[in-house]
């Protein structure tokens, strides 16, 4: 299997469907976060149980999170993807009360990795556009 293939079906199955036992069979143990502005994991190396807390403080928030994704470009041990993550606010986002709302804002990820799996990313979208449509 190509990197693209595994990275499409990590998306889905980690991420869009929420299969948190999925993780050790697509996530290196040593997974690396290497610029995702915002993100309190930014610059650190994560086993899969960290990068399983990372996962549901994602969904805390956006329990219903969708990534659709809109190209994808392999180079190497490298896979670029485009995308539009989807999700309804159903709860809190630090000292932010849930708001009902939805969003929907693009984004890009660049995913590295080693051995066939997933150990770092890469990754840049507008969080401003977020908390914009979530009303704050």
Known sequence: MNNETILREFM???WNKQE??????????????FLDHGDPWEGKTLNNEEYKTRLKYSFDPFPDMHFDIQSAV????CVGITWIMTGTN???IAAFPSTGKSIKTPGMTIYHFRDGKVCGHSQVFDRTMVIKQLGF
């Open 74 to 77: 392999a180079d190497g041990d």
């Open 90 to 92: 159903l709860g809190s």
């Open 12 to 14: 889905d199955r980690v």
């Open 20 to 33: 948190f036992g999925s993780v050790e069979t697509f996530v290196d143990p040593e997974y690396k976060i």
